[in-house]
């Protein structure tokens, strides 16, 4: 069975809320898609040079202090805005170096990679707690590599949606059940395609369609929400922006709207480390049953 548990919430609060921002700027374009077209390095930048300052300008506005999961490439490619992140005091997350799609990777590329951007980040004073995998899924090898470079929390799988869980592998059988490993120590703080802003909005061609309306992400994204307050105990809900989406004109007032209500409505803006420091697991208290008498 899953073993999964709740966040600490602050008094009066109703959910923690974690704003993640996926900061890929060019690379993934380069790792996710191989794309490398000017027209696709220069989403990247905007992303880098205008999205970013504005998405932090909203966070400061409301002084909320979000995850920005942040790719060794972006950092190098454009430090400058990569440290004013770091200087506003958000949280920096490992995410890869070029966004590799790692569950293709040998062992050795994989812990390459891992070492690249954990150097990157090293670049701007930053030694991450926390790991989001640029693909959004593993290897066979990344539980074992992210637990020999001790990273405490993980936010790449979909095992849960609005509560932390201690991941699992899977032994994937076709004529037989799938067997799971023992769980990890490694606190697995879920992310979710529903709640990306990415799928719904990003044209591209031959591949993702995009150009929806943003109502159809904030409406979606308000359902979750609202379920995690009326019907869970101590859930998290773990939003996944990028600035080369969420910085565009039609999206950030938008954001603006649903941070306003998510205030309203009890959220606790936490970072992912705050999540983690705050999780618990209950423990389940066993009545004892007093033996029959027959
Ligand atoms: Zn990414």
């Known amino acids: 069975m899953q073993i999964n548990g709740k966040v600490k919430l602050p008094k009066g609060k109703k959910i923690a809320v974690n704003i993640g921002t996926d900061f890929d700027a060019h690379s993934v374009w380069m ?10 390095m220069h989403r990247g930048e905007f992303g880098a040079e205008v999205g970013a300052p504005r998405l932090l300008k909203l966070l400061d506005k409301y002084n909320i202090k979000g995850s920005w999961c942040i790719p060794g490439h972006t950092i190098d490619t454009f430090p400058e805005i990569s ?8 949280e920096i997350v490992h995410h890869g170096y070029a966004h590799e799609n790692i569950s293709k990777l040998t062992y050795e590329q994989e812990e390459k990679v891992l070492q690249m951007g954990l150097e990157a980040l090293a670049r701007i004073g930053v030694k991450p707690r926390g790991y989001r995998s640029p693909a959004w899924d593993y290897s066979p090898n990344t539980l074992k590599l992210l637990e020999k470079y001790e990273f405490e929390y993980d936010s790449s799988l979909m095992g849960n ?12 059988n076709m004529d ?9 120590n490694i606190l697995e703080i879920p992310v979710s395609w529903y709640l990306d802003d990415f799928p719904t909005q990003e044209l591209v061609l031959g591949g993702v369609e995009g150009l929806t309306s943003p109502d159809v992400f904030f409406d979606r994204c ?9 019907n869970e105990e101590g859930a998290c809900f773990i939003l996944t922006t990028h600035p080369q989406t969420i910085g565009r004109a039609h999206m950030l007032p938008k954001l603006e709207e649903f941070i306003q209500y998510m205030e309203y409505h009890g959220a606790w803006f936490a970072t992912l480390e705050e999540i983690y420091e705050n999780y618990y697991e209950e423990v389940e208290v066993k009545a004892k049953i007093p033996s029959l008498k027959v």
């Open 31 to 40: 790792g996710a898609f191989d794309l490398t077209t000017p027209a696709y």
């Open 83 to 90: 440290k004013e992140v770091v200087k506003r005091g958000h």
């Open 161 to 172: 949606d609005l509560h932390p869980y201690r991941p699992r592998m899977v032994e994937v």
């Open 176 to 184: 037989k059940a799938n067997v799971f490993s023992p769980p990890s």
């Open 222 to 230: 308000k359902a979750i929400f609202n379920y995690g307050i009326t």
